[in-house]
């Protein structure tokens, strides 16, 4: 069994909806909660961190953890097309130093 | 500030071939980390160095990868001899500390036919 479960999609969504993009996770230990977005041939760019429970927002994105539930989200308001891309979900335990990622969710907003 | 560079940006190799990855991190920052993602599969962490030390490397698949980071700057990955399986995208990640964000690489793109 994966440690980080994302659903791959593609997820294709008009613009201006509202995104839900979700992962969950088996491991408790789990402490840090990422968000990557990767455009096509890039690396992965940090979107959002959170630290345990809880919601944290910037701008047109959202974060939520439940650590009880061990289930994170990250939704996007007013989606944009420069928002396609594929979006990973990433975590780590108490020391930080090594990241279980999602396979990542490949979302695609029409104009 | 340049972001992570990563050389070469495709290889393509024969099995059984040997191959070198390079990285070079943000100026400045001790922290280092390779991954990989194998075709399908999502990444995963392979190892992490602090300066020029091995932190971390229970990702290391087999001891036909060697990483190096002498003098604590650039980081060499390298694969002898390479099999099919070790095809994937090779990412190197940066951080200043290990507390903070680590930043990535675009990718090595590396095929064994």
């Known amino acids: 069994q994966k440690e980080v479960e994302q659903d791959p999609g593609p997820l294709s969504v008009p613009e201006g909806a509202i995104v839900s993009l979700n992962c969950t996770y088996s491991?408790?230990?789990?402490?840090?909660f990422m968000w990557y977005r990767q455009y096509s041939r890039k690396g992965p760019e940090l979107l959002m961190y959170t630290y345990s429970s809880g919601n944290k927002e910037d701008g047109r994105f959202t974060a939520q953890v439940d650590k009880s539930s061990k289930y994170i989200s990250l939704f996007i308001r007013d989606s944009q097309p420069s928002d396609s891309a594929t979006y990973l979900c990433a975590m780590s335990k108490y020391n930080f130093n090594k990241f279980y990622f999602g396979s990542g969710t490949k979302l695609n907003v029409k104009p | 500030e340049a972001g992570v560079t990563q050389f070469p940006s495709h290889s393509v190799i024969e099995k059984g071939q040997t191959v070198t990855l390079r990285c070079d991190p943000i100026?400045?920052?001790?922290?280092l980390y390779w991954y990989r993602r194998v075709m399908g599969k999502e990444i995963k962490f392979l190892l992490h160095f602090v300066k020029e030390s091995k932190q971390d490397e229970s990702g290391m698949p087999n001891n036909r990868f060697l990483a190096e980071r002498t003098g604590g700057t650039y980081s060499t990955l390298k694969v002898q001899p390479a099999e099919l399986e070790d095809s994937g995208v090779y990412f190197c990640?940066?951080?200043?500390?290990?507390?903070?964000?680590?930043?990535f690489g675009p990718g090595t793109r590396l095929l064994v036919l």
């Open positions: 990640a940066s951080s200043a500390t290990v507390l903070e964000t680590q930043y």
């Open positions: 100026s400045g920052h001790d922290n």
């Open positions: 491991n408790s230990a789990f402490q840090y």
